[in-house]
């Protein structure tokens, strides 16, 4: 079946600009996290959902970010007023409630700021 | 939160087996262990879990002692594609606490497999 898909893959913006980043987590599950990940770092937790609703949104850097999750499948997260500390790979993963099921991640939007 | 200490990189060569150890002192009841591999333009992908004693499957061996504060990745017989960054996470589901940032990665090995 089809695995955790994000788009756009890559994204330029100039500073100051809008962006919204999109993942299409695998059916069935209820589960999506959001990550940040700069160049040879490790990754970031942003934000966590459980079906529609965000428990967890304590890993957001800032009110600039934001995230919705919509009939408990697609998930967007929006930067607003883009800074070139934004620049990074963002990359969401879902996973099955319940029984530490593993996470399945994206393979993530890479995010230039210029 | 349960902090993770890894080397940050390890060289091999091919055919050897390669043991990486994650040490987490204050892992808590409910936690897992769970290993990831990462490859460079790619999401991170599942390897193993293990919650005590050993886990094997296809893929690698998982080693928790008793006290379950470190854990060990086995590989056998690496190969030049199983170069990547591992991280090792521990966390417990967050359903049960309501706060996923337990599932907080940390910065990971590079292993560099040799010819």
């Given at each position: ?94 996973s099955?409630?319940?029984g530490n099921s593993p996470l ?11 | ?30 936690d897992y262990i769970t290993w990831y ?9 599942f390897i193993i879990q293990g919650y005590k004693?050993?886990v094997t499957n296809?893929v690698a061996?998982l080693?928790i ?6 854990s060990?990745l ?14 090792c996470l521990v966390g417990?589901e ?22």
């Amino acid at each position: 079946g089809a695995g955790v898909s994000q788009s756009p893959s890559n994204k330029v913006t100039e500073k100051g600009k809008d962006v919204e980043l999109r993942c299409d987590p695998i059916s069935g599950h209820t589960a999506l996290y959001w990550y940040r990940q700069s160049l040879g770092q490790g990754l970031e937790f942003l934000i966590y959902f459980q079906g529609n609703s965000a428990p967890d949104k304590s890993g957001l850097p800032s009110d600039r970010f934001s995230a919705e999750r919509t009939g408990g499948s697609v998930s967007t997260l929006t930067i607003q007023r883009t800074q070139q500390e934004d620049s990074a790979v963002y990359l969401c993963a879902s996973s099955f409630a319940g029984g530490n099921s593993p996470l399945h991640f994206g393979n993530g939007t890479r995010l230039t700021v210029t | 939160l349960a902090k993770t200490t890894q080397p940050i990189s390890m060289d091999s060569y091919e055919g050897q087996e390669v043991n990486i150890t994650c040490s987490h002192n204050n892992i808590a009841t409910n936690d897992y262990i769970t290993w990831y591999q990462q490859f460079p333009s790619q999401g991170p992908r599942f390897i193993i879990q293990g919650y005590k004693t050993k886990v094997t499957n296809e893929v690698a061996s998982l080693f928790i002692p008793a006290d379950r504060k470190s854990s060990t990745l086995s590989l056998p017989r690496v190969s030049l594609s199983d170069t990547a960054v591992y991280y090792c996470l521990v966390g417990d589901e967050p359903i049960s606490s309501g706060s996923a940032r337990q599932l907080t990665f940390g910065s990971g090995t590079q292993l560099t497999v040799l010819p």
